[in-house]
Structure formats: structure tokens, C-alpha cells
């Protein structure tokens, strides 16, 4: 491997696995490269038409999706309590402040209930067209009494933990047999509640990517079972991507505007990249250039900083550059990033923050006591992004070279809070009190 990479200065804290920012330097005008992009618009129609088809069957599956008649979704969520309290000990950029409330997500608690239901569902689908058990213009909420008809198939994923409670509980409900490959960094709560809901769950010593391995092969050897791809999928980033037309909505009735002199700020925690990855492709169709999006990633495993900052994508790992790989975050441990992914942000990323595990459970807990909201410790890497463009030089050179710095009394900042929901009550009283 070519490896000039490890001199590059924009890298020397991201190989000392200090905090960091770093700025996107290939990053063009969205109009400029939208076209040549691995996804199209309407793809992401086609989703958001396919997940309004099965709202019925959610609805008859799920009771608690029925305030939103099936449709799974989250708030968002003003925070000016913790604006303030952060403000009183750090320098915070100017603007609104936001949450979105994915950790509150519908059935699975994290963004994973919007990739991972979404592929399923989609499988689901051809499945019962081709078999004749659903008619296109049918009823999609019959498919809920064909469990003996589903219980022939089988659903696998490999997972840092909540995407396979996602696909789990989702294939589960359905009536498919579902086996998780989880990786040794899972939580073992996660386990243990998919193992509850019948789930064949098994462990691997390794990290995530050697449980997809594992999946991935097992899978691949039975004609009834269906992988679902981490690393490749594209279904799983429509879903996500998703996210976006339904936020567009929540924006504007919280009178915030999105235009050339009302900047959109978006961070999102990132492990293979398909969560953020489709969420940000969602928000660069609504907003172009207007939205400025960043991810956000462990000191340790930055995996798609580095895939991006090196040009190497899937072919680079964060043990390439001397990191471990390991961080409390589980959601977020992730060696080697998504070639697909790499390849929708590689020129409309803006940039990405790293954050310090300790610095997790410290946001985890003024979140809480500000706002009385509880988010996991991956979601919380959300917050380097917000913190962080105040604080390091790149991202004040970034709002500069934007022409931002005048505009941002007018900016609006969204983390992206990825998930929490699911977590028992006595976890979230250990995260609360830990300390690093
Ligand atoms: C999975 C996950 C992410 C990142 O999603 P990827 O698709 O792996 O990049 C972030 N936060 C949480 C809590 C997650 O579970």
C-alpha cells in the first residue's frame, strides 16, 4: 500500500488518536457530482413509497407504531437547557440546537429501525409477490398471518449489536427464522433481548467484520436464507436515506429555515458508514450545499476518515494506521468502512469529528440532566461535532472558505442521536455514573 497518507499533517492527530477535525478537501457542489453518484433520487422515492406500503403491516404488528399509523419515526427536539449549560463551560457555536430523537425510534430504539426494517420489509416483499401470497395493489397487512409461509426462510446479519436487533426483531415478528453474527464488542443486553425474541444469536471472539464474514458465508451456503449486507447494501442506505424528506417536515414547523444565509449543520455518529451515509445523501437532495454534513467517529476507529482522507476506502482499516479498533462505542466499532458508502460521501462529506470515549459518558450525562433525555454512548458522538466547530482551527477555516462566519447567528446545528431507546433501566444507571 501506497502509505504517503501517514505523513499527511491533516492526519497527525487522527494517528496519535487525539480529538480532531478534519475537513473534506475533495468536497464539491453537490449539483456538481449528484449525478455521478452510485444512488438516484428516485430510489429513495421508490423507498419511502415501499415503507408507506407496508405502514398497515407495521401498524398490526407493532401497537406502538400506531399514533403514527405504522410510519416509524422520531421527534426533534430543541435543546436550549444543555445550548446553555455547555455554553457555560466551553465555547459553543452560535445558532439553534436540536436533537434528532432516532434513539426514540419505533421497534428497534435506534437509526437502525430505518435501514434494517426497510431490507427487510423489501425481501418480505419480493418474496410474497413471487410466491403469489400478495398482490401489488393488495393488503399489506395480511402478510402478518403468513408466519408458516416466512418460518421456511431464514434472515442473517452480522452486527455490532443494533442492527441486529433491528433485522431480529423485525424478521422475528414476521415469522422468518433470524440468526445474528455479533461481533465481541456487542453489549450483552443486546444479546440477551434478541435472544428473547427467538432469536439464534452467536458469538464471535473477533470484531464486527469477521461476525459478517462469518454470516456472510453461512448465509451464502443456503438457498433459503437472505444476508443482510452491512458492508454493501444498498437497501439498507435507502432506508436511511429515508430520514431526510420526513425531517424537512419537522424543520419547517419549527420555523427553521434552510437557505444560503440559514446553514444546516448535521452530525452523525459513524461506524460502516450505511446509517449516516444514507441520512446525509437524503439531506444533500433536499438542502445541496445548504447542509453541511459531518461524522463523527471514535479516536480509536475512525474508519471512514480514514477510508476517505486516504482515497484507500475499503481498502484501508483503522489498524492500518496503528489504532486498536476498540472503543466503549460499541454502535461505532467498526475497523473498515463501506465501499459504497465511501463512494456516495468521497465528494459531498464536509468533514469529520473524532471523539475521546471518556467525552461520551460526560455528554450522555449533561444530556440527561438538562433535558431529561437518554441516549446511548455511540449516539453521544454526535456531540463532537457541535463542540468541535467551535473549537478546532479546521472547522473555523472551513466556515470561512464557506463564506459562514457572518451567517451563523442564523445556523441551525442537528445531532443526530442514533440510538438509547432499548437500553434497561439499570445499564442506563451504569452509563450514567461512568467515568473513563
Ligand atoms: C449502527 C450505529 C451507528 C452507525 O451506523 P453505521 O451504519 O454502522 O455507520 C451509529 N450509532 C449507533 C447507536 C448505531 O447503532
Known amino acids: ?90 465555547r459553543v457555536p452560535a445558532g439553534r440546537l436540536f436533537l434528532k430523537l432516532d434513539s426514540e425510534l419505533a421497534v428497534a430504539g435506534s437509526v437502525k429501525a430505518r435501514g434494517g426494517i426497510y431490507e427487510v420489509l423489501k425481501h418480505t416483499e419480493e418474496l410474497a409477490l413471487e410466491a403469489g401470497l400478495l398482490r401489488p395493489d393488495g393488503d399489506y397487512a395480511d402478510l402478518a398471518g403468513q408466519r408458516d409461509f416466512f418460518a421456511k426462510y431464514t434472515v442473517q446479519v452480522g452486527s455490532t449489536g443494533n442492527l441486529g436487533l433491528s433485522i431480529g426483531i423485525m424478521a422475528a415478528a414476521l415469522g422468518y427464522r433470524a440468526v445474528v453474527h455479533m461481533s465481541a464488542d456487542a453489549r450483552q443486553w443486546k444479546k440477551d433481548l434478541l435472544r428473547q425474541k427467538g432469536v439464534d444469536v452467536r458469538e464471535y471472539d473477533g470484531d464486527y467484520g469477521k461476525a459478517v464474514e462469518q454470516g456472510r458465508a453461512l448465509s451464502d451456503a443456503d438457498p433459503m436464507s437472505y444476508f443482510v449486507d452491512d458492508e454493501h447494501s444498498k437497501n439498507l442506505f435507502l432506508g436511511y436515506a429515508v430520514a431526510a424528506r420526513r425531517l424537512a417536515e419537522q424543520l419547517a414547523a419549527q420555523d427553521v429555515e434552510v437557505d444560503d444565509d440559514h446553514p444546516l449543520f448535521v452530525t452523525i455518529p459513524c461506524g460502516v458508514g450505511g446509517a449516516p451515509g444514507g441520512v446525509a445523501y437524503g439531506l444533500k437532495l433536499l438542502y445541496g450545499d445548504n ?146
Open 1 to 90: 500500500m501506497n502509505a504517503a497518507w501517514r505523513e499527511d499533517p491533516a492526519l497527525r492527530d487522527v494517528l496519535a488518536a487525539a480529538e480532531t477535525c478534519w475537513i473534506n478537501p475533495e468536497k464539491k457542489p453537490f449539483a456538481a457530482v449528484a449525478d455521478g453518484l452510485p444512488v438516484k433520487p428516485g430510489e429513495v422515492d421508490d423507498a419511502a413509497d415501499r415503507l408507506d406500503r407496508f405502514a398497515p403491516l407495521l401498524r398490526s404488528l407493532f401497537p406502538e407504531t400506531e399514533a403514527d399509523c405504522g410510519r416509524i419515526e422520531s421527534p426533534l427536539r430543541e435543546l436550549p437547557a444543555l445550548r446553555e449549560k455547555l455554553s457555560w463551560r466551553e
Open 291 to 436: 447542509v453541511h454534513v459531518f461524522f463523527a467517529e471514535p479516536v480509536q476507529c475512525p474508519c471512514m476518515l480514514l477510508g476517505l482522507a486516504t482515497g484507500e476506502k475499503d481498502g484501508v482499516c483503522v489498524q492500518d494506521a496503528g489504532l486498536t479498533g476498540v472503543t466503549e462505542a460499541d454502535g461505532l466499532a467498526v475497523a473498515r468502512p463501506s465501499k459504497l458508502v465511501c463512494d456516495v460521501m468521497e465528494y459531498t462529506l464536509s468533514g469529520e469529528f473524532t471523539v475521546a470515549d471518556g467525552r461520551l459518558y460526560e455528554d450522555l450525562r449533561a444530556l440527561h440532566a438538562a433535558e431529561k433525555l437518554f441516549i446511548e454512548p455511540s449516539a453521544c458522538a454526535a456531540f463532537a461535532g457541535y463542540r468541535g466547530l467551535a473549537r478546532f482551527p479546521a472547522a473555523q477555516s472551513y466556515l470561512k472558505a464557506h463564506g459562514l462566519i457572518g451567517k451563523m447567528e442564523n445556523a441551525s446545528h442537528i445531532l443526530w442521536a442514533t440510538g438509547g431507546r432499548l437500553v434497561p433501566a439499570l445499564t442506563r444507571k451504569e452509563y450514567l455514573a461512568k467515568r473513563l
